[in-house]
């Protein structure tokens, strides 16, 4: 078995940030988070073991400082938050800061804003709960299903795939050729990447292995893309998900990880499947 790695793999800058300030921030005081941090188990179950709690909404919060995740919240849920009398501290990603701002200034200067993105993601949801009027689209049978109006403001969550934003706005301007739509690109830098270095490895691999959290949008992107230019792709969310029967010993087998995946998550499963095939490889020669 040949093994490569994405050139770009893992945890993104705005989700080691925010880590790094929760564990700080507990290391002074009792800490409450508002959502999942991130969404990757193990990172979650590190923050909970080191005394840090995690809760849904801002009436379980039991602490005097709350923190707000990399996906960022809405001004509403945060004022909320505040009026409970809580300390807020914002983790939220500065690329989020950004598609936020992008969200405003469409809807300043007149703009419909239609999201591209999953309507339930909490990131989504940050950007659509301070609206009156908005739309979130994920494929073209949404964007089918749209009332035209004068002028669309076009952004995405920062997470989603690049081509397929893109596809997503032409599509909505071949649908309404009266409107004026804008398109502001709010896909980050990170995902660009991971996405990008996820394509170069899925066409010199037989078999891809994306690790990262069931709940990780950009896993589950990255896992649609290797699987178009390969057809064995495998998501794991530990080491302890590779499975024996996958008979990976002659091939050629890429790793890849969304950015919420930690580094020692990512050097276990590289270390596992190295062990698994030397341990096939030796019962074959007995
Ligand atoms: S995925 Fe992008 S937007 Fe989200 S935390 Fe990472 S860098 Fe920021």
Same mark, same amino acid.
């Given at each position: ?122 990131? *989504?949801? @940050?950007? =659509? ?5 908005? %739309?979130? $689209?994920?494929? !073209? ?110 091939? *050629?087998? @890429?790793? =890849? ?5 930690? %580094?020692? $998550?990512?050097? !276990? ?18």
């Amino acid at each position: 078995m040949k093994i490569i790695r994405a050139e770009h793999r893992g945890m993104c800058f705005g989700v080691k940030d925010a880590i790094a300030l929760a564990l700080k921030t507990a290391r002074q005081e009792p800490l409450t988070i508002l959502g999942d941090l991130v969404h990757n188990e193990t990172v979650l179950a590190e923050l909970q073991a080191r005394g840090v709690r995690l809760v849904q909404s801002p009436a379980e919060v039991m602490t005097q400082t709350v923190m707000v995740t990399a996906h960022g919240a809405s001004e509403r849920k945060i004022g909320e938050t505040r009026r409970l009398g809580l300390h807020v501290l914002e983790a939220t990603c500065p690329l989020v800061h950004v598609a936020h701002r992008s969200l405003t200034k469409l809807v300043g200067e007149g703009f419909h804003p239609v999201i591209i993105g999953k309507r339930d993601h909490v990131e *989504v949801r @940050g950007m =659509t709960e301070d609206l009156e009027q908005f %739309d979130v $689209v994920l494929c !073209e049978e949404d964007v089918a299903s749209l009332r035209e109006q004068a002028r669309f403001g076009v952004l995405a969550q920062t997470t989603q795939p690049i081509e397929k934003v893109r596809q997503l706005a032409q599509c909505l301007r071949d649908r309404f050729p009266n409107s004026e739509v804008r398109f502001v690109d709010t896909v980050c830098q990170p995902t660009k990447q991971r996405q990008g270095a996820a394509v170069e490895l899925a066409q010199k691999c037989d078999v891809v292995v994306v690790i990262g959290g069931v709940h990780s949008n950009n896993t589950h992107e990255l896992v649609r893309t290797c699987a178009r230019f390969c057809a064995r792709v495998h998501h794991v969310q530990t080491a302890d998900d590779l499975r024996g029967d996958w008979s990976l010993a002659d091939d *050629v087998v @890429g790793i =890849t990880a969304g950015t919420s995946t930690p %580094d020692s $998550v990512i050097a !276990e499963v590289e270390q596992r499947l190295i062990n698994t095939t030397k341990e096939q490889h030796e019962t074959c020669m007995v």
